[in-house]
Structures are given as C-alpha cells and as structure tokens.
C-alpha cells in the first residue's frame, strides 16, 4: 500500500466516524425535543381514551426476558407522524418488503412506556390537523443488542404481530411471541 492510499484510507474512516457521530448528535438532540414534548403534553387540556394499562400488550420473550409491547388504535396517528403510515408498514413487514429499520421503528415505538405512549397521543390530539411536530422514539439498548446480533427476520414478523394487534385486534391467545420459535 502506498503512502497515498494510506492517507487516503484513513481520511475515509475518518469520515466515516465524524459522520457516525454527527449522527447520534442529532438522534440524541431529537429525542430530547420529543421528551420535552412529552412533558409538555401534561399541561394540554386534553384527555385520552385508552386505558393503556388494561389493552391488550404483546409477551415478546427475547434473549430469554420478556418485553412488554404495545401499540393501542389512539396511537396510530403518533406512531404515523413519527414512521409514517402503519398499513403500509405492516403491508411492508408482512409482504417482505421491510427493513431492519423498519422493523426497529415499530418495536421502539411499541416499548416505549405506556404513559410516554398517552403524552405524545394527547399531544396528537392537541395539534390535530397541524399535525404532530417531528417526533424521535428512542430505540432501547436491548432492541439494538437484539437486531444487530440476531438474524432480523423473525423480528420483522414481532413487529407484524404488533401493527396487526393495532390495526386489526387479535385474540389474547395469540398476542405472544418468543425469539427461539419466531412465535
């Protein structure tokens, strides 16, 4: 190797990190305007319908713990404004046309915590045909743990299962998953 190529491939690597980094910035930046949204959603003279501790959630055992997921029908249009039309994705994830990305879209928006869930849906309901500012679900460590050291297909069927218990209902005997059957 000369010494220009050399030079050369340490400049793109060196790119490459500037660029990774630069990245998590405006991940990290974003998430913290959609927590502050949140909290300011306490504030908004509206009130829910779903009482999201008693809908029905998905059991999804992974890497042998158990997740708790859940995305009810009055989160729809928070989960549109942040990934864009639920239909489509699920179309997307059950017709084999989804992403790894996709697929982390889903799951993190069904793991965030309930109440976080019911302050962005208020803060839909607030904005109404303003629509909901930019919104950043964070991804949990776990979930990036999970699809960057698994083969991702079978997530990709968790996160069908989550949208088709949105969109559609299912009966609470199906609403389990487990990572060693796909099921």
Same mark, same amino acid.
């Given at each position: 190797m000369t010494e220009v190529d050399d030079l050369a491939d340490r400049l793109a690597a060196s790119a490459a990190e500037h660029s990774a980094v630069l990245g998590k910035a405006a991940q990290a930046t974003a998430e913290a305007v959609t927590r502050s949204q949140m909290q300011a959603a306490d504030a908004l003279p509206v009130r829910t319908k779903s009482d999201r501790q008693a809908a029905q959630w998905? !059991?999804?055992?992974? &890497?042998? $713990?158990? /997740? /708790?997921?859940q995305i009810v029908p009055e989160d729809i249009p928070t989960f549109e404004a942040a990934n864009g039309g639920a239909y489509a994705a699920l179309r997307a994830l059950t017709g084999g046309d989804w992403t790894v990305d996709l697929v982390r879209k889903v799951l993190a928006?069904? !793991?965030? #915590? =309930?109440? &976080?869930?019911? $302050? @962005?849906?208020k803060l839909a309901k607030f904005a109404g045909s303003l629509g909901v500012p930019s919104i950043a679900i964070p991804t949990p =460590?776990? @979930? *990036?743990? =999970? @699809?960057?050291?698994? #083969?991702?297909a079978p997530m990709a069927g968790l996160a069908a299962l989550v949208l088709t218990a !949105? @969109?559609?209902?299912? #009966? *609470?005997d199906e609403a389990h998953w487990n990572d060693s059957d796909g099921a």
């Open positions: 998905i !059991a999804a055992h992974i &890497d042998g $713990r158990e /997740r /708790r997921l928006f069904a !793991a965030m #915590p =309930a109440v &976080d869930r019911e $302050r @962005l849906a =460590a776990w @979930l *990036d743990e =999970a @699809l960057s050291t698994k #083969p991702p !949105a @969109l559609f209902g299912i #009966p *609470d």
